[in-house]
């Protein structure tokens, strides 16, 4: 460390060296972990954290902070040291000791919700940078909102994997596009990957790459104080977003395996540790950090608390403070009366419409009534239909919109609403093709993980589509996604259903909601809507009074599950119709209320998908129409008819299972 | 058109207008399609084809060919018009007539094994190019062991969206590493799309960005075919990787609707066609063809005829004639003998090893017969085990090796080993973590969708990774996979059915097969090796002779179940125990087989993941021992012991189920 110029520096030095320590500590006793990342970057966290960040350890989810994204989520010891340091509260030495230990705040990656401070989780490479975009985006949209109350930076602390991921050039792309001058990502440019040298895989000038998306860049040796700040503090003036790499050695100060992959992920071992603490000149215990340490982090922990002393005034004086409250509230309980009279209109004219069509009648009440959602699609907007009358569209210097353009960027979509949702005061939905699930799965895993209310709006799904042919036709997209925990997935059968989904969709805030929607029209099959039928995942549609068999389907497959009802009352077959729009939901029903709509009699399940998943509800007995493989090229209708998803198919093995 | 030169120019005008006629015919008469591009890119094609494309219709498959990949695959009309044109056997008229009907060839996107001339299917955007990057690759790599039999070049025709789609940018930055400079991206630089002006979502400056990857880059009028033919001329001549910016009009020829986002994906109309050709000097029925025109389309295919008499020629001649048959054949029969004898050395020393090393001791003997395996990880190399003794790394100029390092870019790796595979001539496998099969689900599923023999090698594939937690442990991913039709998911137990797993996916040449491997180490299990228990997809490993439960479990589960069976033997439980490494090739067998494999006695099945797909083995009174959510940071026993996956969970529930 030789560039120490003045006081400052050399205070810096000292908190560098410090995150270093309990970084080597950490991953030491834990006898796991990745200190090559949190010792390189050691020096630029020290400065960003001593004269830039603005955050209050009293008053950790304070709307107006930075945000702080820890993109190279491996490093997570350097966000915990610094949260420690700074005095978070639920951050003490115990729980530094406890790294990666089972219920610990200090899991392996940061976990959203673990602890003050972890503004969102990562590990999974280039969600972080991609998350960041939509909170950036977000600060942008509040701030034209509330320009009194909302002027904040994300930084972004990123690794060579969030540069060479896709989702990574999504989200750079979009960020540039929009100009969001208040996103400034540290790269931590240290030449090595796992792998090895960089050079083993890429030659990309990233300066130049940024600089074509509109990007700020500037580059600074990531081990010299001075220079850190003067980027920083150029990056905070720029009006578009800021590339900074910060040239460093990964596991700097480690002094025989520093510049090494060997560094990145594995233990130093107790021989190196001990080098490294000399090379470093810190004599203080494991696990101990020196006052002055904790003294120099006091400092930016008082600028925080005094910034946010001073929000606090101009909140109270503010003319804007009940909107504001309202916005971050996000509460949508004044659309309830709207969209109740909207589902009674619907069960007075039964429409014949797609669900996708549903979805824009009811988003049209839902975003007359709410000023805080925010619709998108990743450019299908004429097939999502995702946008409503009066959404003017985002664009760059341009935020008091409510339209996002995302670009064919469905993963960069994905995590952008991710960012809107954890930033506060928007209600984020954005549409794709089902199939095209596939393209944005990390982040909806993500955001199911995190708990966040983030809304998938998905059509076209299934053969329904037509055409388009099996690259664009879901099968096991359904599956897959009801697979993954703490997801909701609803698939309605018709308008009403699709109305009670945007309902569920608004009024749930703990966890993502996806919507599967077809392309063809669908008759309206509800008869009423006083009670939120879909909310119980699954309900009697149809009764029957003997019952001889249950007919269970779900979305499209609704309408020919009573066409085929319809038949075999007429053969003497009495068929009961059960609607079950998410497998989920159902499943957190009592027993009695399952069993209760699932009946005895034969069950024959319904859903132009692969059976995976529908164990839940049928038994071996029961039987499912549905698909076994990928679909085709050709008109729906003959699509159905060639797969045998039809009525008669229906009927015929109703009256196989019945024996009538 | 104001350009024509000179006759050829005359010429190639006529052949894109039949190009356009053709596709305004079909998409009409399919009432379904999408017209911008093939009408837009047109003049384009007209000259890629007229002067440099080199390929035989009579004979498709010849491996010297010129590669065609359509990028953009909403256009298939382009590639069909083309491939009637020059006079592939299979596209007749009449295919054409039946574009996007039940059972044509000439499906709504290209499919591949649909037609010759299609070599990959495409139509998620982002696939065509990041595959197309692998097929280049192989041309190289094939060429560095076969310079006198391979001298190919790869075009590949992009959209928009297939710049912005993330997957793109992870192949870019790869060929550019790579200087693939035979791979010419033709991108249809029209400004427009879905959603409308291409401004609405990215101002990036693609030549800046591709410039910063390290590739050529040319811009050129795309109707102009003067400077079209330059720019594909300059191209070829690069060293380097190609982007030509061809600017073009969408829908060009279209008087009212061209150069807007109404031709993108949407009828013409009746009137609108009919402008068109008078517009356009078009004077033929719908459906018909000039001579000229196919006369002109005869100059090309006598060229690809003539060449690859030529290199028929020069293959006769070859001394390394054999090599090639055998490389192209990639024929896994000489590893036989060898594995057998590696299968019977694992049952004489029962290693007790993670099954991601016996992955590694397996293919080190594979790698040490076949020529034809190429390996590869998305940076986790060591963490994979994929690279074994000898394997030399593919760099830029050096194309001999037979390792890649695809850099952290898991759905770049993904595609990339399908072009590979596609290609001929190698068997492609890569490995990363089975958590971040999410980031490439979209080129698995093309793998399966397509049947081609692509291997994913994904290792950390449980909670047993331990500590870094919830974003790398799968739980519904294993659930997620089985669901994709086409594809064989194995997990194997230990070291024995491990090197099962590799004798099935290197003897399976018609689907893609994805390896779950373990981080831990696992105790050998199989006392004998002589069949392939494996193939079978689930078999007893440890018979009951009275049976009083059977313990059903995959991978580093079956060791729990053999515990617990332990257990049980002592309490005088008879427990049986299945592996069932691959419920594909299970189900696949004849039920009496899978009866009597899983027996009447009462089933507990157990694996470390969710029980969705369980359904197939265990009924309704039967047991699952896994997870239920999402996992978590701690060591790995510490996990297994918290979420209740152990022996004694597991005799517990059998002493409930069996009464005993």
Known sequence: MNVILNPMVTEEVMMANAIRALTMDAVQKANSGHPGMPMGMADVAAVLFSRFITVDPTQHDWPDRDRLVLSAGHGSMLLYALNHLIGYPDMDMAEIRRFRQWGARTAGHPEYGHAQGIEVTTGPLGQGIATAV????????????????????????????????????????????????????????NGITIDGDTKLSTTTDQIARFRASGWNTAVCDGHKP?????AIFDARASKRPTLIACRTVIGFGAPAKQGTHEVHGALLGVEEVRSARAHLGWDS??????????????????????????WEKRF?????????????????????RPMAAFKAKLIEKSPSVATRKASEMALEVVNGVLPFTIGGSADLTGSNLTRTTGMESIAANSFAGRYIHYGIREHGMAAAMNGLALHGGFRPYGGTFLAFADYCRPAIRLAALMGIPTIFVMTHDSIGLGEDGPTHQPVETLASLRAIPNLVVLRPCDAVETAEAWEIALETRDRPVLMALSRQSLPTLRSEARTNLTASGGYVLRAAERRDV????????????????????????????????????????PKAYRDEVLGEAPRIGVEAAIRMGWGEVLRPDDAFIGMTGFG????????????????????????????K
Chains 1, 2 share one sequence.
Not at 226 to 230: D, G, L, P, T
Not at 648 to 653: G, I, K, Q
């Open 316 to 336: 109270a004086a503010s003319p804007n403070r009940e909107a504001f409250v309202a916005m971050m509230k996000a509460d949508s309980a004044p659309v309830r």
């Open 226 to 230: 001075v220079e850190i700040s003067r």
């Open 550 to 589: 249950t007919l269970i389907a779900t979305g499209s497959e609704v309408e020919i599950a009573w066409e085929a009802a319809d038949r075999l009352a007429k053969a003497g077959i009495d068929a009961a119709i059960v609607s079950l729009p998410s497998f989920e939901l159902f499943a957190a029903q």
């Open 632 to 659: 085709a090229s050709a008109p729906a209708p003959e699509l159905y008819r060639q797969f045998g998803i039809t009525a008669d198919a229906v009927a015929e093995t109703a009256h196989r299972l019945t024996g």
């Open 134 to 189: 939509g909170m950036a985006l977000a600060e942008r949209m509040m701030a034209a909102r509330f320009p009194d109350l909302t002027n904040h930076y994300t930084y972004v602390i990123a690794g060579d994997g969030c540069l060479m991921e896709g989702v990574g050039q999504e989200a750079i792309d979009l960020a540039g596009h929009l100009r969001l001058g208040k996103l400034i990502v540290l790269w931590d440019d």
């Open 285 to 310: 215990a494991p696990f101990e950090v020196p006052d002055a340490v904790y003294a120099a982090f006091g400092r930016p922990a008082r600028r925080g608390r005094d910034a946010r002393a001073m």
